[in-house]
Every structure is written in C-alpha cells, then in structure tokens.
C-alpha cells in the first residue's frame, strides 16, 4: 500500500489576539517570535494593540505609516496584522518574465566579440554592475577578470598578419587600435617568434616597390609619405637618398678612425656619446667592439717613436689624440721598459 501524502496544514494568521493568546498561555517572548516569525522587539508594541484598536485606527482614514509613528509598530508588520484581519488584500507578488531587449542583445554581442565589461558600459552608457547583472540574466559565463584583455580570433589573425607583413609590435598596435601589451599576448598565443628591435623600422619590399613607383611617377617625398604613412626619413633610406654627411661628421669619423673611443670624441667635439654615434652612422663608419680601441699600425709607430725620444705621455696624447692607457699597451706590446713617471707627468 501506497503511504497517504502529507498534506501541509494552512498557517495560522498573525493577529493580535493570537499572540496575546500565546502570550497568556505562558509562552515566552522568544518562544513567541520564533513560532510566529516576529521580531522580538516588536511583541511589546503590538501587545499595546488590539485587533479592533488596529481596524479602528485605519477604518478612520488613518495611514499606516502614521499608525506606526503612533504605536511603534513596522509598517511591514502593520501590513501583515491588516491582512490577516482581512482590512487590506494579501499582495501576491509576480514575476514577470524578463525580455531580451537590443541594448540586452547589443552587450552580449559585444561581450562575446571580447570587449570587457569596462568597454561595454562606456559604449552603451550603462553602468558596470548593470551590464554584469544583464550579462549574468541572459546566462553569458563571465570570463576571469584579466588585466589584459583577450582578443578574438578574427582580430588575434589580423595582429599576427599584419606583424608578419613587417610592422613593429607598436606600429601593429596602432594601426588596428590596440594597446601593445594584448598584441604581444596574441603574437606569443601563436607560436610568432619575435624580430631583434632595430633603429629603424622595417619598411617591407611591397611598400619599397610602391615607394619607388611613386617617386619614378614624379611625386613629392611629401606625398610618398602621406600615401604610405611612413616617416620621411623612412621614405627617403627605401629610395636611397640619404643626406651627405655634414663636417661635424666627418670630424667625428677622422678622430675616431685615429683610436680613440666615442667617450673621447665626445669630449673632443663637445657633446654626448650617442651624438658621436650618430655622427658616424651618417658618415658611414661602423662603430668597433668595445676594447677594440687601439689605433692603426702606423699610428703605433708613431706612439712608440714618440716615447722612446723621451717625449711625455700627456703630450703624446694631446698630439696624437690617443689616451695613456693606450699608449702603455703599445710600449708593452713593443717590449720596451717604461720609464719612471716625473712629477710632472703624474
């Protein structure tokens, strides 16, 4: 035999004369909240009451936010004792069902093409916790918070293409609007391996060849640049006209063929070491290794012959723009014993 199903007997109203009645019988203040659900400290009030007092009170016209001022009472339990009695209708609440509507739909196809929720509330103008709550009711998972943002597939391709055709990381990045650091996470996604950084960047054989064509078609370097977006000196390396070198260069590649180094140039001439480097790069000189700083043969020669006569190292080095150390090294390599410095050479 099937068990009978229990069925849940009704709740008992909540009225006045209910819990004046438990309230009689012996029960508690807490017993009497925990069976009937009421806060505690609300049984002092509502035992001031009785349950025609409270129909009288609101029969008159009287509100119920103005029966609570007078009694004590919530308003919320006020609602509940009125209900019981019968004086107001129990409100049945009812959900009604949520729609998709296109600001809906316009964040979720946002959020799936890989915007944040960030993006998403400046495009639409909504709030953060607004798109989250909308994206959550229409049963998008959320992807892990992420300092980086992902990218999607069709945007990861066009990073990868568009690094591959010769671009830099951070022309790519401009170019397609991103920030650097989300096209270094697609390029390494990909398996890309990196180019060294080089001084210039990279100007591909495609835009070379349109480059010349331009040029041989009788345009300006100025529309050349216009047209392909490359700097001028850019244009002008892919169409070999590079300026001659002026004679600070020269200067520059005369004293540092002689042996000394770009520290001691750059004394010499008056400015930094890495304007003594661009100075032989325009004058076409290669920079050597470092310690690889010692002067031609002939120089050496020169240097030896100079300090056996008994001339001083500091004036040798004046005339011959060499330093002392070098000087040391060739009358070392040469065999020849050092003399014993003067005072007046320390």
């Given at each position: 035999?099937?068990?009978?199903?229990?069925?849940?007997?009704?709740?008992?109203?909540v009225?006045?004369?209910?819990?004046?009645?438990?309230?009689?019988?012996?029960?508690?203040?807490r017993?009497?909240?925990?069976?009937?659900?009421?806060?505690?400290?609300q049984?002092?009030?509502?035992?001031?009451?009785t349950?025609?007092?409270?129909?009288?009170r609101?029969?008159?016209?009287?509100?119920i936010?103005d029966?609570?001022?007078?009694?004590?009472?919530?308003?919320?339990?006020?609602?509940?004792?009125?209900?019981?009695?019968?004086?107001?209708?129990?409100?049945?609440?009812?959900?009604?069902?949520?729609?998709?509507?296109a600001?809906?739909?316009?964040?979720?196809?946002?959020?799936?093409?890989?915007?944040?929720?960030?993006?998403?509330?400046?495009?639409?103008?909504?709030?953060?916790?607004?798109?989250?709550?909308?994206?959550?009711?229409?049963?998008?998972?959320l992807?892990?918070?992420?300092?980086?943002?992902?990218?999607?597939?069709?945007?990861?391709?066009?990073?990868?293409?568009t690094?591959?055709?010769?671009?830099?990381?951070?022309?790519?990045?401009?170019?397609?609007?991103?920030?650097?650091?989300?096209?270094?996470?697609?390029l390494?996604?990909?398996?890309?391996?990196?180019?060294?950084?080089?001084?210039h960047?990279?100007?591909?054989?495609?835009?070379?060849?349109?480059?010349?064509?331009a040029?041989?078609?009788?345009?300006?370097?100025?529309?050349?640049v216009?047209?392909?977006?490359?700097?001028?000196?850019?244009?002008?390396?892919a169409?070999?006209?590079?300026?001659?070198?002026?004679?600070?260069?020269l200067?520059?590649?005369?004293?540092?063929?002689?042996?000394?180094s770009?520290?001691?140039?750059?004394?010499?001439?008056?400015?930094?070491?890495?304007?003594?480097?661009?100075?032989?790069?325009?004058?076409?000189?290669?920079?050597?290794?470092?310690?690889?700083?010692?002067?031609?043969?002939?120089?050496?020669?020169?240097?030896?012959?100079?300090?056996?006569?008994?001339?001083?190292?500091?004036?040798?080095?004046?005339?011959?723009?060499?330093?002392?150390?070098?000087?040391?090294?060739?009358?070392?390599?040469?065999?020849?014993?050092?003399r014993?410095?003067?005072?007046?050479?320390?």
């Amino acid at each position: 035999m099937t068990a009978p199903t229990a069925t849940a007997a009704p709740a008992e109203p909540v009225t006045i004369a209910r819990i004046r009645a438990l309230d009689q019988a012996g029960h508690s203040p807490r017993a009497i909240a925990q069976q009937l659900r009421l806060p505690i400290f609300q049984l002092g009030p509502v035992l001031a009451l009785t349950d025609e007092d409270l129909t009288a009170r609101y029969r008159a016209g009287q509100s119920i936010a103005d029966i609570s001022a007078a009694t004590g009472v919530r308003q919320t339990l006020l609602r509940t004792l009125l209900a019981d009695v019968g004086e107001i209708p129990t409100p049945v609440p009812v959900a009604e069902p949520k729609q998709a509507d296109a600001e809906s739909m316009s964040m979720v196809r946002l959020y799936a093409e890989g915007h944040t929720l960030r993006e998403i509330s400046e495009a639409t103008g909504a709030g953060f916790s607004t798109v989250r709550r909308t994206l959550l009711d229409a049963g998008v998972p959320l992807r892990p918070a992420s300092r980086r943002p992902t990218l999607n597939e069709e945007t990861a391709r066009a990073v990868v293409a568009t690094y591959e055709a010769g671009h830099s990381v951070r022309a790519t990045a401009e170019k397609l609007g991103l920030g650097r650091a989300p096209v270094y996470d697609a390029l390494k996604a990909a398996g890309v391996t990196f180019r060294r950084p080089c001084r210039h960047p990279v100007v591909t054989a495609e835009e070379k060849a349109q480059m010349v064509a331009a040029d041989q078609a009788g345009k300006s370097v100025a529309t050349i640049v216009k047209q392909t977006g490359r700097s001028r000196s850019a244009v002008k390396r892919a169409l070999g006209r590079t300026s001659p070198p002026r004679p600070v260069d020269l200067e520059a590649a005369r004293l540092y063929q002689e042996g000394l180094s770009l520290t001691q140039v750059a004394e010499r001439t008056g400015v930094t070491g890495v304007a003594v480097h661009g100075r032989l790069t325009r004058a076409g000189v290669s920079c050597r290794r470092p310690g690889s700083h010692m002067p031609s043969p002939a120089k050496q020669a020169q240097i030896l012959a100079a300090y056996q006569a008994g001339e001083k190292v500091k004036s040798i080095t004046t005339r011959l723009h060499t330093s002392s150390r070098v000087i040391l090294l060739i009358v070392d390599a040469a065999r020849v014993p050092r003399r014993r410095a003067l005072p007046a050479e320390q």
